[in-house]
């Protein structure tokens, strides 16, 4: 079993910021790229941040400049952190991850994190 848990969502003011972190655990014998998605209310999650293994990242344009992804692999663990948060970024915050199990040789993508909550007040 292959598990994804995310901590640090939460609420904060206009211009502030917050950390996310994700950990996957488990049996796994190997990661490759990790990403961060977000949900609105009624809409389709859409790709906020990825990187791969060997730290190329790639962005939403919408968040470009003000969040930062990052990854412990020793820890098998995806960060984002998240400056000058806008009202227009509150969401639901899903971590992804594309996993290669123990035992296995297919390489998943289909790995969630349970989803935490982002509200930004102005």
């Known amino acids: 079993q292959v598990r994804l848990v995310e901590s640090g969502g939460g609420l904060v003011q206009t211009g502030g910021s917050l950390r996310l972190s994700c950990a996957a655990s488990?049996?796994?014998?190997?990661?490759?790229?990790m990403g961060w998605y977000r949900q609105f209310p009624g809409k389709q999650r859409e790709l906020v941040a990825a990187?791969?293994?060997?730290?190329?990242?790639n962005y939403a344009d919408s968040v470009k400049g003000r969040f930062t992804i990052s990854r412990d692999n020793a820890k098998n663990t995806v960060y984002l952190q998240m400056n000058s948060l806008k009202p227009e970024d509150t969401a639901v915050y899903y971590c992804?991850?594309?996993?290669?199990?123990?035992?296995?040789?297919?390489?998943?993508?289909?790995?969630w994190g349970q989803g935490t909550q982002v509200t930004v007040f102005s």
């Open positions: 992804n991850a594309c996993i290669q199990r123990r035992y296995f040789s297919v390489v998943n993508c289909d790995y």
């Open positions: 990187i791969t293994s060997g730290g190329s990242t």
């Open positions: 488990g049996f796994l014998s190997g990661i490759n790229t």
